[in-house]
T-cell receptor, first 111, second 113 residues
Framework: DAMVIQNPRYQVTQFGKPVTLSCSQTLNHNVMYWYQQKSSQAPKLLFHYYDKDFNNEADTPDNFQSRRPNTSFCFLDIRSPGLGDAAMYLC??????????FGDGTRLSIL | GEDVEQSLFLSVREGDSSVINCTYTDSSSTYLYWYKQEPGAGLQLLTYIFSNMDMKQDQRLTVLLNKKDKHLSLRIADTQTGDSAIYFCAETLAPDSNYQLIWGAGTKLIIKP
């Protein structure tokens, strides 16, 4: 089945140690999103790619970066994770006026 | 500004119908969505409705849209224990917003035996 795949499902890193989360898709959607979700709150959009065009939300910390080397893959890099960055990170994709499709998320813990 | 509001909790008995409500403020909504999130999982698209529609039905799910009152509801018939989850209402505005989602806070559906 075509889908959005996030790896790993669970990630543990140390305070200040860089970490990368990955997302891949087989839907061939041109838009990819990264969200942060804490404690079953609504997801908070960090940034998105429209094709290769990167769009950062105004309140996304500089600590968060993203890369999209091709249509299928998108990465979230957290350069120096703090305790406040512990959360579920969700990747989603979209094409045209169709709904966003989400992966299962990566739960990030900071030691 | 744009705002989407939902009650935080709903408790129903197994076998009854659940009705989860959502209100929104922006009249330029184009699509309205219901996503389901089970504990520790991602967001599953349940259903969505275009703003020129009043109702959409899909098996046990019925979505009603009252555009005049800016009110959206999700009815789940014959609620089962597997329906326990948080249900997020979301909207997108005109295409100029690049179809970004504006989220409600989510309603936690609790099923009583």
């Amino acid at each position: 089945d075509a889908m959005v795949i996030q790896n790993p499902r669970y990630q543990v890193t140390q305070f200040g140690k860089p970490v990368t989360l990955s997302c891949s898709q087989t839907l061939n959607h041109n838009v990819m999103y990264w969200y942060q979700q804490k404690s079953s709150q609504a997801p908070k959009l960090l940034f998105h790619y429209y094709d290769k065009d990167f769009n950062n939300e105004a309140d996304t910390p500089d600590n968060f970066q993203s890369r999209r080397p091709n249509t299928s893959f998108c990465f979230l890099d957290i350069r120096s994770p703090g305790l406040g960055d512990a959360a579920m990170y969700l990747c989603a994709t979209r094409t045209g006026d169709q709904p966003q499709h989400f992966g299962d998320g990566t739960r990030l813990s900071i030691l | 500004g744009e705002d989407v509001e939902q009650s935080l909790f709903l408790s129903v008995r197994e076998g009854d119908s659940s009705v989860i409500n959502c209100t929104y403020t922006d009249s330029s909504s184009t699509y309205l969505y219901w996503y389901k999130q089970e504990p520790g999982a991602g967001l599953q698209l349940l259903t969505y409705i275009f703003s020129n529609m009043d109702m959409k039905q899909d098996q046990r799910l019925t979505v009603l849209l009252n555009k005049k009152d800016k009110h959206l509801s999700l009815r789940i018939a014959d609620t089962q224990t597997g329906d326990s989850a948080i249900y997020f209402c979301a909207e997108t505005l005109a295409p100029d917003s690049n179809y970004q989602l504006i989220w409600g806070a989510g309603t936690k559906l609790i099923i009583k035996p």
